[in-house]
C-alpha cells in the first residue's frame, strides 16, 4: 500500500521532537523524498525505508530548513555503499544552488560516487516532475521569498490524490495542485504576506480546492506547547469543512481512499 511518512514537521526552527518538515512517499516499488533535511538517513531507517531505495529528491526551495540535508545524505549514502542512480528535482534557482553546495565540498572529488542526475525543472504550472509504477507527480510554483514548488502527486495503484504547498502565502496555484484531492498538506507557519500562510488561510485554500483532508505541517515548535499548537486545527476548522489534523514526526498516512 502506498503511505507518506512525514520525516519533520517545524517551521524553520526544529525541537527535540519535530524536525524540519519533509516527507516521503513509500511505495510498492519506490521511494521519493520530498525535501532533505536533518540526518534522513536515519530518520528513513527508524520508518522502515533503506535510503537506498530512495531513487528521487524533489526539492521545493534553497532554504536551509528544506534542503541543508542534501550534502550529509549524499555523503552517507555513498559512504555506506551506494551504487543505484539518484536524481534530484527543482527549479533552476534551487537545484543551482544545491550543485554549487556540492562543489564547495569538493565531491567531484570523492572517489567513486553513485550517479546523481539534476533535473531542472520549469518555473510553469503543471509541470511534470516525474512518472514512476508507483507515482506520478507534478509540480506547481508558488509564492515564497525564493522561488519554491508545491506538488501534487497520484498513488497510481489506489487513485489518491496528496498535494504538498511546501512554503507559501496563500496562493491559486496550489488551490489547483490541490483540486479535489483527497488530502493537501498546507504550511501553517503565520500569516506573513511576503512568504507564508495561517492555519484559517490554509483552511479557505483547502475548501476552495475541494480537498477532502487537510494535514497542518511547517509549524511552530520551538517554546511552545502542545496545546498551542493543537489549536492551529481549530483555526483551520473555521474556514475549511473537511477534516483536519496537525502533522507529526513519523506520521504515516496511507495513500488509499
Ligand atoms: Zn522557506
Redesign the pocket.
Known amino acids: 500500500m502506498p503511505r507518506l511518512v512525514i520525516l519533520g514537521s517545524a517551521s524553520?526552527v526544529p525541537d527535540a521532537d519535530h524536525e524540519n518538515t519533509h516527507m516521503v512517499l513509500h511505495g510498492d516499488h519506490s521511494a521519493v523524498l520530498i525535501d532533505c533535511v536533518g540526518r534522513p538517513l536515519v530518520r528513513l531507517k527508524q520508518v522502515g525505508i533503506d535510503p537506498d531505495e530512495v531513487g528521487d529528491i524533489i526539492l521545493t526551495?534553497f532554504?536551509p530548513?528544506?534542503v541543508g540535508g542534501v550534502p550529509g545524505f549524499l555523503m552517507s549514502t555513498w559512504l555506506t555503499g551506494r551504487t543505484a542512480p539518484l536524481r534530484i528535482y527543482g527549479l533552476h534557482h534551487c537545484l543551482q544552488r544545491v550543485e554549487d553546495l556540492m562543489m564547495a565540498y569538493h565531491w567531484d572529488e570523492w572517489m567513486g560516487f553513485f550517479p546523481v542526475a539534476f533535473h531542472h525543472l520549469p518555473e510553469e504550472r503543471g509541470v511534470h516532475v516525474l512518472e514512476n509504477a508507483d507515482f506520478d507527480i507534478i509540480a506547481s510554483p508558488v509564492k515564497?521569498?525564493?522561488p519554491?514548488i508545491g506538488v501534487r502527486v497520484v498513488a497510481k495503484k489506489t487513485g489518491f490524490v496528496f498535494a504538498y504547498s511546501?512554503?507559501t502565502v496563500p496562493t491559486s496555484s496550489v488551490v489547483e495542485l490541490a483540486r479535489d484531492a483527497d488530502l493537501l498538506i498546507h504550511e501553517v507557519t503565520a500569516d506573513e504576506p511576503l512568504?507564508h500562510s495561517s492555519a484559517s488561510q490554509a483552511g479557505t485554500i483547502a475548501q476552495e480546492a475541494g480537498a477532502r483532508a487537510l494535514g497542518l505541517i511547517h509549524y511552530t515548535v520551538w517554546n511552545t506547547t502542545p496545546a498551542q499548537r493543537e489549536r492551529l486545527c481549530d483555526d483551520a476548522r473555521t474556514t475549511f469543512d473537511g477534516e483536519v489534523f496537525l502533522c507529526e514526526d513519523f506520521q504515516e498516512i496511507p495513500l488509499r481512499r
Open positions: 524553520a526551495h532554504h530548513d528544506h515564497h521569498y525564493v519554491t511546501s512554503d512568504g
